[in-house]
């Protein structure tokens, strides 16, 4: 367990430099963005929070199709609708509600103690939250011939069962790594939510989705 308090996790960990485009954005971002998109309207959504503004891309398309986009972020300098801490959600909202909460690759930045009460959090200011978490399993595959069907390639996922992560400056767990198994996840999600759909990005395997209702 780790004994962070909520105020040695306020600390902005990157300068607004690091989404510059070129930089930060790649083809397996974008494949990330479309999920993030997709599924949002998918639910037929009018309103939306985006917790954590990134480079503002998904917020900005989700405007375009109509849909009315609030940000909430705790670096004031990223100019979101709502300043503060995660952790700290439904106070800083004062009663605001939304159709649907999008936080993606944000909820891995805070010590894991802290993931299931920001889960309850969630589930007080919006009726649909889709969220989406680092999956850093090994990966292994096996090419084969088959008759008549070709060369198939095979994937296999090896969780990092027996290894520690170690906070990089930014991330302190990772789904796949000791401690951290996507059951664990799992099992404290449905603690607050039933999840609709559980998938990873098509080739962008590092990110793992969730729509919960």
């Not at 917020?59 to 609708?81: A, C, H, R």
């Not at 007080?124 to 680092?134: E, G, K, R, Y």
Request: hydrophobic content about 40%.
């Amino acid at each position: 367990m780790e004994s962070k308090t909520i105020l040695e996790t306020t600390t902005v960990q990157v300068d607004p430099s690091h989404y510059d485009f070129a930089k930060y954005v790649d083809i397996a971002r974008w494949i990330s963005y479309w999920h993030q998109i997709t599924e949002t309207m998918a639910l037929n959504s009018e309103n939306v929070l985006i917790v954590g503004i990134g480079d503002g891309i998904t917020g900005k398309i989700l405007s375009m199709q109509g849909i009315k986009v609030s940000t909430f972020d705790f670096d004031e300098k990223l100019q979101p609708d709502f300043v503060g801490n995660i952790t700290e959600i439904d106070e800083v909202l004062q009663g605001n509600h939304f159709d649907v909460l999008l936080c993606c690759q944000l909820l891995e930045h805070l010590p894991y103690d802290f993931f299931e009460p920001v889960l309850q959090k969630m589930k007080c200011v919006a009726d649909n939250v889709i969220i989406s978490l680092p999956h850093s399993p090994r990966n292994y595959y096996i090419s084969i011939g088959l008759p008549l069907l070709g060369r198939k390639k095979i994937n296999i996922d090896i969780q990092r069962h027996c290894s520690t992560f170690k906070f990089d400056g930014e991330h302190y767990w990772e789904i796949g790594w000791k401690g951290y198994s996507k059951q664990k996840i799992k099992k404290s999600i449905k603690k607050y939510f039933s999840i609709t759909k559980c998938f990873l990005a098509i080739n962008n395997r590092y990110h793992l989705f969730f729509v919960l209702k």
